[in-house]
């Protein structure tokens, strides 16, 4: 495996929840009143069920609780051993699912309180991502302007599977005051369940719902590019965060082909699709889904036609990889410290 370098920057880590009531202390009188009474007791998707394997490392998984709950546990795992300069915490919580959108506002709001008070405060090396309540656009504008005072939020955090495409310009405030504050849009998998995770409908098994993420971001990828969210934000980077790689290359090169024939049904499009994700698109390392051949990986890497696209992640507490293998075989170590360092500070410009 290629070798990993110091003071590098984690660009997906998930600070787990523990309960509900863990976030209490950061709603108001009234919403705490309403987590009592409705006897809400947890918030959690089935895009990481909590005792599949793929959740959580063997070796990363505690006795007791979930996985990715502690801080001490994330230092002792990741920050420490790794040896990074800063890691992104993105807390996938159900919060999203929620319909009613005072509700989810309230939910947002604590969620993130939480994240500064029981994270950030506890380890100067975490940077947070901002999660929004995408319900009501308003107050997901409203949500980022607050969090964006705090410098440690780096990010702003949404699903790849949500109630629309994400290149509909009702969603545009949100991009608007996105690329103001100089903070990049993290598109995460995951789904809001308000929808089937697929085109066709409801699958029967987990491995349906989590191979079918990547069809998700190629769906989202292209709404953003053709309803000209670049051409009206060209300063908004966008990360997708656990979309996988290998399939960026081939995907291009049909949308360039398709874009190239019916062009004149988008004239705001006036870069080719691949210039505007070179520009403006950045993608997560884990989980990594190129074959472990290093020829491969590097004619992988060639085809993308570019270096500075991948971000370093280890999608803790996710089971991705072993040991410290986090990079694939293959890398040189140019490329190593363009994925780790150089590429992360040009992508968030907080981190500096």
């Known amino acids: 495996m290629a070798s990993l370098i110091a003071g590098g920057v984690d660009c997906d880590v998930h600070p787990a929840v523990p309960h509900l009531t863990s976030l209490l202390p950061y709603l108001n ?125 780096v990010q702003v955090l949404m699903l790849v599977m949500g109630d629309t495409p994400l290149g509909k310009r009702a969603l545009w405030p949100i991009y608007e005051t996105a690329e103001r504050l100089e903070l990049p849009v993290g598109i995460h998998a995951g789904s809001a369940y308000h929808n089937p995770p697929t085109a066709v409908g409801w699958g029967s098994y987990h491995i349906e719902d989590y191979v079918g993420q990547a069809q998700a971001f190629q769906t989202q990828l292209t709404s953003l590019i053709v309803e000209g969210v670049f051409a009206k934000y060209p300063r908004l980077k966008m990360v997708l965060l656990e979309s996988g790689v290998s399939w960026i290359s081939p995907y291009l090169w049909r949308l360039h082909k398709f874009w190239r024939g019916v062009r004149m049904e988008t004239p705001w499009v006036d870069r080719a699709p691949l210039e505007i994700v070179r520009s403006n698109i950045r993608f997560s390392l884990q989980p990594f889904d190129a074959p472990p051949e290093p020829q491969t990986l590097i004619r992988l890497f060639d085809h993308m036609q570019s270096d500075e696209l991948v971000l370093f992640s280890t999608d803790y507490p996710h089971w991705q990889f072993d040991g410290q293998d986090a990079l694939p075989e293959g890398l040189s170590p140019d490329l190593v410290r363009k994925i780790m360092i150089d590429n992360p500070h040009a992508t968030y410009p907080r981190l500096k």
Not at 45 to 54: A, E, F, K, W
Not at 76 to 97: E, S, T, W
Not at 134 to 143: L, M, R, W
């Open 29 to 153: 009188d009234y919403w705490r009143d309403q987590v009592t009474t409705r006897g809400m007791v947890d918030l959690v998707s089935q895009s990481y069920p909590q005792n599949s394997p793929i959740t959580a490392r063997p070796d990363w998984r505690p006795e007791q609780g979930k996985p990715g709950e502690s801080v001490a546990d994330m230092q002792r795992h990741v920050l420490d051993p790794f040896q990074l300069k800063h890691a992104i915490c993105n807390p996938i919580y159900g919060v999203q699912m929620v319909f009613s959108e005072d509700m989810q506002a309230a939910f947002c709001r604590a969620l993130n309180d939480w994240l500064a008070k029981e994270w950030l405060d506890r380890d100067a090396r975490l940077r947070g991502s901002i999660v929004i309540p995408t319900q009501s656009v308003e107050k997901a504008v409203a949500e980022i302007e607050r969090c964006a005072l705090d410098k440690r939020f």
